[in-house]
């Protein structure tokens, strides 16, 4: 079983950046692909992007590609999430999760963590 822990939201003005982390436990973190995705009120969660077990392969949306960045550090048992050229639509509750495949299907993923606050201002 893996417990995951984000940390690192908060509130950033718009074109700021932000960095999120996820802190796993145990010692099969590795063999775990990790995915990001995130909600907005009302909305479905949604798919930002995921990192292959050893971080060689990085998948995004659309949406991000060009301003997030998602790297993993297996030794900390860390995946992180990288945001640039923050803009308001990004306001969510941000989640990581870990999986098998990296692929945008929430329930495809295994665990989760409970989700930290991104607040973007206009």
């Known amino acids: 079983q893996v417990q995951l822990v984000e940390s690192g939201g908060g509130l950033v003005q718009a074109g700021g950046s932000l960095r999120v982390s996820c802190a796993a436990s145990?010692?099969?973190?590795?063999?775990?692909?990790m995915g990001w995705f995130r909600q907005a009120p009302g909305k479905e969660r949604a798919f930002v992007g995921a990192?292959?077990?050893?971080?060689?392969?990085?998948y995004y949306a659309n949406s991000v590609k060009g301003r997030f960045t998602i790297s993993r550090d297996n030794a900390k048992t860390t995946v992180y999430l990288q945001m640039n050229s923050l803009k308001p639509e990004d306001t969510a509750v941000y989640y990581c999760?870990?999986?098998?495949?990296?692929?945008?299907?929430?329930?495809?993923?295994?665990?989760w963590g409970q989700g930290t606050q991104v607040t973007v201002s206009s």
């Open positions: 999760a870990a999986g098998r495949l990296p692929v945008a299907v929430p329930r495809q993923y295994d665990y």
């Open positions: 145990g010692r099969t973190f590795s063999s775990y692909v």
């Open positions: 990192i292959s077990q050893s971080g060689a392969n990085t």
